[in-house]
């Protein structure tokens, strides 16, 4: 199977900057960035670069050089997939709000959507790429779907979870600590394994590709992610310290990350971590040992996730503090909505739950990012104010 186009299902933070750089460094590839989503292939095919519905140092730069010669962003997804060889996916998969694994598990709904579109357009072999970040056995029921609902067809399935920092995502790109791919161990799979390495090798050295297992390249991810949270948590509970006992937690920081078994590497304090990876992604490996019965393990990881949280309420109680408990009627500027530098991406920051909070204690706030919309700034709001009224009890009044 020569592979002379990919797509990619989900024009999101992973799917755009990843087949845009694939375009770029595989001119001989025709790479297509496929969604539903109107409005954001709309926003990617924009004249104006600055109306991309990402923002990535470089990824400006990338677009125009590719863009409409071998990188095409379209809502054909069918045609895409039709013609592809290789179809990665890069689809949403969040919290589930309901059924099993409620407020733990991944919902896979968008994943196996696209499992059975794959499988009922499908006419000729492929092989299908996981760049979502998925739950550990996920690949064994994307492959379930796809033969179910086509039996014609060799499907392979490989995991190649991707490791981008949003802000940074095209350096990661193109400076990859690793680039994992994982498949099965059997010829096809093997082969499987190659024809995604042959394109990653065009510009990442071979010894930092590594092949693996499928399971355990899912796992890696979760593995990943929880690792760096656990850091931050970890530095943010001995600020809590810090502040009682009159230690610096600068100054902690430095003295604890020059030990080289340690590092520097996120060790400064914050209000607390927010993106689309880190909770979603921790609660899930939570969800996952409790499901195979290690609960002491569950509650360990758990808890990082209970430290930001606290995290980001004692934020609030200081800010109360200086105030006297009470800031109603005082204007406060919130500088910063995204949840860190260098990226338009605001899901779960910090500063949505400081702001909130805040909110719902009567002061007035002045909002302001260079890189976030208004639109957003009032969803944001929006949404989280919603969730914390439905989500209090209902006191039924007694009729009697």
Known sequence: MKISQVCCIGAGYVGGPTMAV???????????????????????????LNDLPIYEPGLKKI?????????????????????????????????????????????????ENCAKRIARISKSNKIVVEKSTLPVRTAEKIKEVLKSKNKKIKFEVLSNPEFLAEGTAIED?????????????????????????????????????????????????????????????????????????GASISELSKAVGLDKRIGSEFLSTSVGFGGSCFQKDILNLVYLCKVYGLKEVAEFWHQVVKINDYQKKRFTKQILKTFGNSVVGIEILILGWAYKKNTNDSRESASIYVSTDLLEKGAILSIYDPMVKKERIKLDLKMVLEKRKNDKPQVKKNTQ
């Not at 790479?31 to 990617?44: F, P």
């Not at 125009?64 to 990665?88: E, G, M, V, Y």
């Not at 693996?212 to 760096?228: F, I, P, R």
């Open 22 to 48: 694939i375009a770029h460094e595989c001119p001989d590839i025709f790479v297509y960035v496929v969604d539903d989503d109107k409005e954001k292939i709309k926003a990617w095919n924009s004249q104006n």
């Open 63 to 111: 677009i125009k050089k590719t863009r409409n010669k071998n990188l095409i962003f379209s809502t054909d997804t069918d045609k895409a997939i039709l013609d592809s060889q290789i179809i990665f996916l890069a689809v949403n998969t969040p919290t589930k709000l309901k059924g099993q694994g409620k407020g733990f598990a991944a919902d896979l709904t968008n994943i």
């Open 173 to 245: 790109l193109y400076k990859s600590d690793r680039v994992l791919i994982g498949g099965e161990n059997s010829p096809s799979g093997k082969e499987a394994i190659e024809k995604l390495v042959n394109i990653y090798k065009r510009w990442i050295p071979e010894k930092k590709i590594l092949r693996t297992n499928v399971w355990s390249s899912e796992l890696s991810k979760l593995a990943s992610n929880a690792m760096l949270a656990q850091r931050i948590s970890s530095i943010n509970s001995l600020s809590a310290l810090c502040e009682q006992t």
